[in-house]
Every structure is written in structure tokens, then in C-alpha cells.
């Protein structure tokens, strides 16, 4: 069976219809399921899917911001479930994830309801783009996107020469390019219209333009916040990026094979 990235939010904090917060599923025959930010409703979008608790194997986070990272803490509440059966859980980010996970789990102290148990912790250097770490098959590398002090854009390498780029939040960043180099699938966040722009988020046509300049096969639009209609974005995209542009929803689906 064909590998697949899911998206399980493709829109931004504010409430819209279709597009909930940042959350998306890398799913891989069958190993547990890798989420690549975990914002608020992504639990929910799993159980629209079939998927639960002990199918979760892997969080790997690109910034702390609560839209990309609070439904972190209803996993772990989930975890403690006496009906649940949770496995060993690894949770990759950037330098603070540790301090992240300790003041989540200070809400509740007498409690621990989001206390963690059973986990790896694995913390990444910003700026040490270029390394990378092995997480279940995967090889992960990572850069700053300068979108927030720790922010960073994941690589994911499958094997068999297949590779999905997630740009988090980010500007239009070279080094962001440099390491969507060649992906089958670059995920590149697109949320507002180029007139819009805010600082360190992305366009759909700053989105086209580091695709086609890291000659990835398939651009995924995503992260739309209100202003952003999504349809717009692919037009928009496709005046700078000649590739294949799909456009995320909620629960999307998006095949992954050589
Ligand atoms: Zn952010
Ligand atoms: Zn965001």
C-alpha cells in the first residue's frame, strides 16, 4: 500500500468552515501514524478518519505557536485513558519542547492529566540544518524558517527515493528551498494573498516561487487563513510554479509513491 500525507487542518486559528488549525497525518503502511503539528481539532479530524489514540506513534512539531501545537495536550489527557492502550510515543521538535511539554503538564499538577508517560522527547537545534535524525524509518532533517524564534521546516525521507518537504510557517526562505530540494511532495503553508502579506508567513505565489526553485514535483497549498480562499491560491500559485498544485481541506488525502 502507497504511503500518504493527510491533512488534518488546513486552515489557521480563526474559526472558518472546512479549515481548522495545523494538523496533518504521514501514514506508511502499517507504522503508526506520524502527525506533523498537532493544533487544536486535530485529534477530532483523526477520529472522523477511522484513526485513535494508540494509532499515533510519532508527533513532530514545527513551532510552539497554539495553532500548530495545543491538541498536544488533549493527546496526552487521551493517553491516560483507562480504555486506551497507548503506545510508546515519540515527540520530535525544536530546542524547547521539553520546557513546552512541563508547562503543559504544570496545569494539572496535583493531577497529571496532561503529564506525558511512556515518551521519547527528541529536541532539534534550529540551526543545525543539514543533520539529520532517524524517527521509525524516516530520516528527518529540519532549518529555521526565522517565522518564530524556534520555528522550522521538516524534510521527511520514506525511502525509496520518495521525500515530503512541510514548511511550517515560514517566509519566502531560501534555505526552506534548499532543503525542499527534489521532494515528491512540498506541504508549504499559503496564507495570505501576495497584497496581504504579513512577515514570515508565506503567499501562494511566494509558495510557487520556492517550489519551482527547489524542483519539487507537487506543490500542497495549505494553512489558509480567512482571506485566503483556497481555489485563489492555486491560480495565484500556479503563475510562479509549473509543478502539479493540489489544495489542502480538511481530511485531504495526498498519495505518496516513487
Ligand atoms: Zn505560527
Ligand atoms: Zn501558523
Same mark, same amino acid.
Given at each position: 500500500?502507497?504511503?500518504?500525507?493527510?491533512?488534518?487542518?488546513?486552515?489557521?486559528i480563526l474559526p472558518?468552515?472546512?479549515?481548522?488549525?495545523?494538523?496533518?497525518?504521514?501514514?506508511?503502511?502499517?507504522?503508526?501514524?506520524?502527525?506533523f503539528d498537532c493544533?487544536?481539532?486535530?485529534?477530532?479530524?483523526?477520529?472522523?478518519?477511522?484513526?485513535?489514540?494508540?494509532?499515533?506513534?510519532?508527533?513532530?512539531?514545527?513551532?510552539?505557536?497554539?495553532?500548530?501545537?495545543?491538541?498536544?495536550? @488533549?493527546?496526552?489527557?487521551?493517553?491516560?485513558?483507562?480504555?486506551?492502550?497507548?503506545?510508546?510515543?515519540?515527540?520530535?521538535?525544536?530546542?524547547?519542547?521539553?520546557?513546552?511539554?512541563?508547562?503543559?503538564?504544570?496545569?494539572?499538577?496535583?493531577?497529571?492529566?496532561?503529564?506525558?508517560?511512556?515518551?521519547?522527547?527528541?529536541?532539534?537545534?534550529?540551526?543545525?540544518?543539514?543533520?539529520?535524525?532517524?524517527?521509525?524509518?524516516?530520516?528527518?532533517?529540519?532549518?529555521?524558517?526565522?517565522?518564530?524564534?524556534?520555528?522550522?521546516?521538516?524534510?521527511?525521507?520514506?525511502?525509496?527515493?520518495?521525500?515530503?518537504?512541510?514548511?511550517?510557517?515560514?517566509?519566502?526562505?531560501?534555505?526552506?528551498?534548499?532543503?525542499?530540494?527534489?521532494?515528491?511532495?512540498?506541504?508549504?503553508?499559503?496564507?495570505?494573498?501576495?497584497?496581504?502579506?504579513?512577515?514570515?508567513?508565506?503567499?501562494?505565489?511566494?509558495?510557487?516561487?520556492? @517550489?519551482?526553485?527547489?524542483?519539487?514535483?507537487?506543490?500542497?497549498?495549505?494553512?489558509?487563513?480567512?482571506?485566503?480562499?483556497?481555489?485563489?491560491?492555486?491560480?495565484?500559485?500556479?503563475?510562479?510554479?509549473?509543478?502539479?498544485?493540489?489544495?489542502?481541506?480538511?481530511?485531504?488525502?495526498?498519495?505518496?509513491?516513487?
Open positions: 500500500m502507497a504511503s500518504e500525507w493527510i491533512v488534518l487542518g488546513s486552515g489557521s472558518r468552515a472546512g479549515h481548522g488549525c495545523a494538523g496533518y497525518a504521514l501514514r506508511r503502511d502499517a507504522r503508526k501514524l506520524v502527525l493544533g487544536p481539532g486535530t485529534m477530532r479530524q483523526l477520529g472522523e478518519l477511522g484513526f485513535g489514540v494508540a494509532d499515533i506513534g510519532a508527533v513532530v512539531l514545527s513551532h510552539f505557536h497554539p495553532d500548530h501545537c495545543w491538541d498536544l495536550f @488533549a493527546l496526552a489527557f487521551a493517553r491516560r485513558n483507562p480504555e486506551v492502550e497507548a503506545p510508546h510515543l515519540e515527540l520530535v521538535g525544536p530546542a524547547g519542547l521539553e520546557a513546552l511539554l512541563e508547562r503543559g503538564a504544570a496545569v494539572y499538577p496535583s493531577r497529571g492529566w496532561t503529564r506525558f508517560e511512556n515518551v521519547s522527547i527528541r529536541e532539534v537545534d534550529p540551526a543545525a540544518s543539514g543533520k539529520t535524525i532517524e524517527l521509525d524509518g524516516l530520516k528527518l532533517g529540519w532549518c529555521a524558517t526565522l517565522h518564530a524564534p524556534e520555528a522550522l521546516a521538516w524534510r521527511a525521507e520514506l525511502g525509496g527515493s520518495i521525500s515530503v518537504t512541510f514548511s511550517g510557517d515560514s517566509g519566502e526562505n531560501p534555505a526552506v528551498a534548499a532543503l525542499a530540494q527534489g521532494s515528491e511532495l512540498f506541504v508549504c503553508e499559503s496564507s495570505f494573498p501576495e497584497e496581504r502579506a504579513m512577515p514570515h508567513h508565506l503567499s501562494p505565489e511566494g509558495a510557487g516561487r520556492m @517550489a519551482q526553485s527547489a524542483g519539487v514535483r507537487r506543490l500542497l497549498l495549505t494553512h489558509f487563513y480567512p482571506a485566503m480562499e483556497p481555489e485563489n491560491a492555486r491560480l495565484r500559485a500556479a503563475l510562479t510554479f509549473s509543478g502539479t498544485i493540489e489544495v489542502a481541506s480538511d481530511r485531504s488525502r495526498h498519495g505518496l509513491s516513487s
